[in-house]
T-cell receptor, first 113, second 114 residues
Framework: AQSVTQLDSQVPVFEEAPVELRCNYSSSVSVYLFWYVQYPNQGLQLLLK??????LVKGINGFEAEFNKSQTSFHLRKPSVHISDTAEYFCAVLSGGYQKVTFGTGTKLQVIP | GAGVSQSPSNKVTEKGKDVELRCDPI?????LYWYRQRLGQGLEFLIYFQGNSAPDKSGLPSDRFSAERTGESVSTLTIQRTQQEDSAVYLC????????????FGPGTRLTVL
């Protein structure tokens, strides 16, 4: 079975500080991993994804994530956050043999001015 | 081109009534997904259509929920005899259906059951 765990439901951080949003997945086979972002009153949009190759993936708005197979993690990072990064972030996984993506429960990032 | 559209954007109904939610996917997208997002909670998978294959209905919470899709076009999600716990935002997404493809989400339909 495939599953995703986002342990932090809310993460407050001061503007210009670094942030890491944690994501751990469970799968016994190869995986594709995604981060989606949902800005207030907007739909979800893709932030970045890992399919294969380099384990460090860069996305939009200065975000990046690192695929760590041994730790089954795909944490999202940004070195300096902006007020406009306030949003909810969803990690998602697609395992080999599965047809549908499984989403985590989301992490609300609140950037404090 | 146009993105995924959903209608209505908001729906208020009385307990026990039936509701029908519509999703227009991006043209050419063979895969279509329905999710439910309750207030303060994550995305809950409901149903997945891929081309002409039998849909994956494993996420439908009860037999009051059903969905249809004609070919690779519009999909409708029907909730019969609505209950207050059905209140949520219902999201539709579509993709080209290949593993690893990005899902494009619609703006959602906010359903309120009184």
């Amino acid at each position: 079975a495939q599953s995703v765990t986002q342990l932090d439901s809310q993460v407050p951080v001061f503007e210009e500080a670094p942030v890491e949003l944690r994501c751990n997945y469970s799968s016994s086979v190869s995986v594709y991993l995604f981060w989606y972002v949902q800005y207030p009153n907007q739909g979800l949009q893709l932030l970045l994804k890992y399919l294969s190759g380099s384990t460090l993936v860069k996305g939009i708005n200065g975000f990046e994530a690192e695929f760590n197979k041994s730790q089954t993690s795909f944490h999202l990072r940004k070195p300096s956050v902006h007020i406009s990064d306030t949003a909810e972030y969803f990690c998602a996984v697609l395992s080999g043999g599965y047809q549908k993506v499984t989403f985590g429960t989301g992490t609300k990032l609140q950037v404090i001015p | 081109g146009a993105g995924v559209s959903q209608s209505p954007s908001n729906k208020v109904t009385e307990k026990g009534k039936d509701v029908e939610l519509r999703c227009d996917p991006i043209s050419g997208h063979t895969a279509l997904y329905w999710y439910r997002q309750r207030l303060g909670q994550g995305l809950e998978f409901l149903i997945y259509f891929q081309g002409n294959s039998a849909p994956d209905k494993s996420g439908l919470p009860s037999d009051r929920f059903s969905a249809e899709r004609t070919g690779e076009s519009v999909s409708t999600l029907t909730i019969q005899r609505t209950q207050q716990e059905d209140s949520a935002v219902y999201l539709c997404a579509s993709s080209f259906g290949r593993a690893g493809d990005e899902q494009f989400f619609g703006p959602g339909t906010r359903l309120t059951v009184l």
